[in-house]
């Protein structure tokens, strides 16, 4: 499996090629920057949400001057969803990212992982879908993802969220492993 390691580009402020957090990443070819959109201001540190305005400065500096910005928001299914990275597979086909639900006694808690893809990418003039092609929730924290080189599986270690809450947030302790294919 591939492990993210963020390489910063020259000229781009606050982002990181491959692997990004807080709704900015670029991948690996320098191709295509993806920015999410979260549907509110659920972290003050997301430079764009929903209904808002940005400079265009701002925008120029988070796609890291790629030829490709995609737009893509969290599952409308879970609202108090946030994203917390995203990482490119090798080949920059694919976008894996992972969002933290609110961990609550009474809610769900934990993760979602979707799948984009990004492999169809072509300058026809007008603007184009990035589809999701999985998504899966995984009852978790603290997740580490790495992709398989040919970019069809991903590997997914995280620590459960029963575990975190018998423990009461501390260290990570019992982490589980899944490995997922993705078409």
């Known amino acids: 499996m591939v492990s993210p390691v963020p390489l910063s580009p020259t000229g781009c402020y606050g982002n990181v090629v491959g ?3 807080l709704g900015e990443v670029t991948s690996r070819d320098g191709k295509v920057s993806v920015i999410s959109v979260p549907n ?3 972290s003050k540190f ?16 988070a796609i890291c001057k790629a030829p490709f910005v995609a737009f893509v928001s969290p599952p409308p299914e879970w609202p108090d969803i946030a994203e917390m990275y995203a990482t ?3 080949d920059n086909k694919r976008l894996a990212i992972v ?3 609110a961990d609550t006694e009474k809610g769900y808690g934990g993760l979602v992982i979707e ?3 990004l492999s169809h990418l072509a300058d ?9 092609i999985a998504s899966f929730p995984i009852d978790g924290s603290y997740p580490d993802l790495g992709w398989s080189q040919d970019g069809h599986r991903l ?6 969220t029963a575990s975190r809450r018998a423990r009461g947030g501390r260290d990570l302790e019992d982490g589980q492993a899944r490995i997922y294919s993705i078409p």
């Open 124 to 132: 026809k003039g007008r603007a184009s879908s990035v589809p999701l």
């Open 155 to 160: 590997a997914v270690i995280y620590e459960t």
């Open 88 to 90: 490119f597979s090798p």
């Open 99 to 101: 969002y933290s639900l």
């Open 46 to 61: 997301h430079f764009v949400w929903t209904n808002t305005s940005v400079s265009t400065k701002s925008l120029l500096d």
């Open 115 to 117: 799948i984009r893809d």
């Open 19 to 21: 692997f990004g957090y």
């Open 40 to 42: 509110y201001s659920v």
